[in-house]
């Protein structure tokens, strides 16, 4: 069986994990067009390299980061999202804004 | 421990969804805490001891256990007087025999003592309030557990032998300490394990999803009979901590 290391758990099957999509930066939802909204919602880049997804340990419900080779499906690295994500995002309110 | 007088399940408030399976396996109950717990399985007490000593199952979901959850959680459990260390995956046992296991930097899943009484968690659950204070404090939320989890304990030398045919961890006494947690898959579903042995007995707590109880306690039993387990009662697991 594949093993996955998870940030919390450590070491287990890969049948323990599901995968949830490539890490995207999110633009700014006050200044994108829709079309680039549209993008990072919806389109993936389909890699063919090194890539950073979003994995999730099912028994914990504990959502990661972990760099992948999809060329080779060799996992290179897995840590804990506040890696990344280690600000507070502020969601202007938009009806006040238009004001 | 003094022996605790015969009830049936359908006489209390509460009992375990198991109580069929239960019964059909021979089960004699008591009231603990409001509760219907099966205490024994009709067999001489030294047999029903020396099966929990080797590779035995119980049912514990009538005793108490809640949890906590969110930042503040652990710092306000401690104002409490609990005690809880620094790392993750890890149980605590506190005083009155109860274990706090840290599940997360920031939650825990705290089950009760084999007395069953549920003073700590009662004392927790009345204490808990949010003030009125803005920015109001963090202190966490609760995360009631009655009734999200099932609740067994698995006893005995051939425990580590029985799981690893259900789970992926290694559970050997080496490897798997007292108080250590896993958090994985069991018999396909996800589930908590934490090992607090019963004396020398190696025992490992199971909690999984409830409403697959029915499933999960025959699952377990079929994966003990190569080793000739089955199911014991709340005072053979009292009788070996002592």
């Not at chain 1, 940030?7 to 490539?22: A, M, Q, T, Y």
């Not at chain 2, 697959?212 to 377990?220: E, G, K, M, N, T």
Request: aromatic share 10%.
């Amino acid at each position: 069986m594949k093993i996955m290391n998870c940030p919390l758990n450590g070491p287990r099957n890969i049948s323990e994990f599901v995968w949830g999509g490539e890490v995207s930066i999110m633009p700014d939802p006050k200044s994108v067009s829709d079309l680039e909204w549209g993008e990072y919602c919806f389109i993936e880049n389909n890699t063919a390299g090194v890539v950073r997804e979003w994995w999730c340990h099912v028994p914990t419900s504990y959502w990661f980061i972990a760099e992948r080779n999809t060329v080779t499906d060799e996992i290179v690295r897995t840590y804990p999202a506040g890696e990344i994500f280690n600000k507070r995002v502020e969601f202007a309110k938009q009806s006040e804004d238009k004001k | 421990m003094n022996a605790l007088p015969k009830t049936v399940p359908n006489g209390l408030q509460r009992r375990s969804f198991l109580y069929r399976q239960l019964q059909q396996a021979g089960a004699e109950f008591a009231e603990v805490n409001g509760g219907a717990v099966a205490i024994r399985y009709g067999n001489n007490e030294a047999v029903e001891l020396d099966r929990a000593k080797a590779m035995g199952i119980a049912d514990l979901s009538v005793l108490p256990r809640t949890g906590f959850k969110g930042t503040g959680t652990v710092e306000w459990l401690q104002t409490q007087g609990l005690t809880i260390g620094q790392e993750s995956n890890v149980a605590y046992r506190q005083s009155g025999g109860e274990w706090a296991a840290r599940l997360a930097p920031t939650e825990i899943f705290l089950v009760d003592s084999l007395a069953g009484s549920g003073q700590l968690i009662d004392r927790l659950n009345q204490s808990w309030a949010w003030g009125s204070e803005k920015p109001r404090k963090a202190i966490g939320y609760p995360t009631p557990r009655q009734d999200s989890h099932a609740w067994f304990m698995v006893t005995g030398q051939h425990a580590p032998d029985m799981f690893a045919k259900i789970c992926g961890i290694d559970f050997r006494l080496h490897k798997f300490a007292v108080g250590q947690i896993a958090q994985t898959s069991i018999a396909k579903m996800s589930g908590i394990i934490i090992r607090t042995d019963l004396g020398t007995t190696p025992a490992y707590h199971l909690l999984a999803d409830i409403a697959s109880a029915d499933y999960l306690w025959p699952a377990v039993q079929d994966a003990m009979k190569e080793f000739n387990g089955g199911p014991v009662g709340l005072n053979a697991l009292r009788r070996l901590e002592g």
